[in-house]
C-alpha cells in the first residue's frame, strides 16, 4: 500500500507498517462531511491518505473550534486504542479526502499477540498524543485569549 508518509512519521519497522495497513480498509468522505463526532463510540485508528481532516472540539459557548487539522500520513482518532475508547473531538473532511480505518480491537488484538507489534504502536500513539496534547493547549489558549 502507498502510505510510505504514514510510517516515516510513526517510526514503525516495515514489519509492523506491513501488519497494521494489511487491516486498513480506504473510505473516501466529501467535503463538510464529518468522520465522526465528539461523543462518539471510537471504532477506528485512521491515517490520511489525501485531502484534509479538522480535528474540532466544541468550546462552550464558543462553539465548534479546529484545533489541528490532519493531512497526508498523519494519523487521528488514536481513541480508538483506549478505554472507553469515546471520540473526545470530532473530525470533519475540509476537501474530498480518503482516509484508512483500521478497527481499533483488531490493532489491540494483535499488540496482545504480538508484543513487538503492540510496543511500536503504542510508541507511536504515545508520541502522537503527546505532540497534539501540546498543540492544541496552545491553540485553546489562543482561541480562549482576550
Not at 1 to 9: C, K, N, T
Amino acid at each position: 500500500m502507498p502510505l510510505v508518509e504514514a510510517y516515516a512519521q510513526s517510526n514503525l519497522s516495515p514489519s509492523v507498517s506491513e501488519q497494521l495497513m494489511s487491516m486498513a480498509r480506504l473510505i473516501r468522505y466529501e467535503e463538510g462531511e464529518y468522520i465522526f463526532r465528539e461523543g462518539d463510540h471510537a471504532l477506528n485508528l485512521c491515517i490520511v491518505e489525501s485531502g484534509e481532516v479538522a480535528i474540532e472540539l466544541n468550546l462552550p459557548p464558543h462553539g465548534p473550534r479546529t484545533l489541528v487539522s490532519a493531512g497526508p500520513g498523519e494519523w487521528f482518532s488514536w481513541s480508538a486504542l483506549l478505554e472507553p475508547r469515546i471520540e473526545r473531538a470530532s473530525a470533519r473532511a475540509v476537501v474530498p479526502t480518503e482516509v484508512w480505518a483500521i478497527r481499533g480491537g483488531a490493532i489491540m488484538d494483535r499488540a496482545i499477540e504480538d508484543h513487538e507489534f503492540g510496543f511500536q504502536i503504542y510508541r507511536a500513539l504515545a508520541e502522537l498524543i503527546a505532540t497534539r496534547l501540546t498543540f492544541s493547549w496552545l491553540q485553546i489558549l489562543q482561541m480562549l485569549a482576550p
